[in-house]
């Protein structure tokens, strides 16, 4: 029973630690990357699809992305949906290849990225001590239905405490390196 919950814990922390990362990659840096634009839609036929669904996303070089549309009806609602995306990028259609260059970032904007950053991790960790507070919860009322004894949930309590350093440690790191990669000129 405690392996179980110890186990349901790990598994919330660690999609909680992958839901920063992934929240992480979408706050960009001075380099192009196809990432950026993973989650902006377009209206195909009527309905929202990702780019990446109607065009192939590819980097052209280290500041430019290219997105080649398969459909040439699609190049200009693909290259408004990149506008409209507020990335503060600004696509430029050549042929049947919208080019997208990633502009420097300023001091100002960097700073204010970090913060944003910095504030994403702090969500992280909040999600984690929330899934801390979820099993000890669940630990003491195992402990209240006499389904366990004390020591065990004492135990059980400090293994989750373990799980919730280790993860906070983790977001830590992320966060680390996202900082340094944001102030990288």
Known sequence: MISDIKKN????????LETLKVDFGKIRTGRAHTGILDHVTV????????????ANVTLIDARTIGVQP???????????AIRDADLG??????????RVPTPMLTEERRRDLIKVVRSESENAKVAIRNVRRDANEHLKKLLKDKEIGEDDERRGQDEVQKLTDHFVVEI??????????????
């Open 43 to 54: 209206d195909y036929y009527g309905s929202p699809t990702l780019i990446s669904q109607v």
């Open 172 to 185: 830590d790191k992320s966060l680390q390196i996202k900082e340094i990669d944001l102030m990288a000129v």
């Open 9 to 16: 814990a790990e598994q919330k922390m660690n999609k909680t």
């Open 70 to 80: 398969w459909e040439k009806n699609m190049i200009a609602a693909v290259e408004k």
């Open 89 to 98: 990028l600004n696509p430029a259609t050549n042929g049947d290849l919208i």
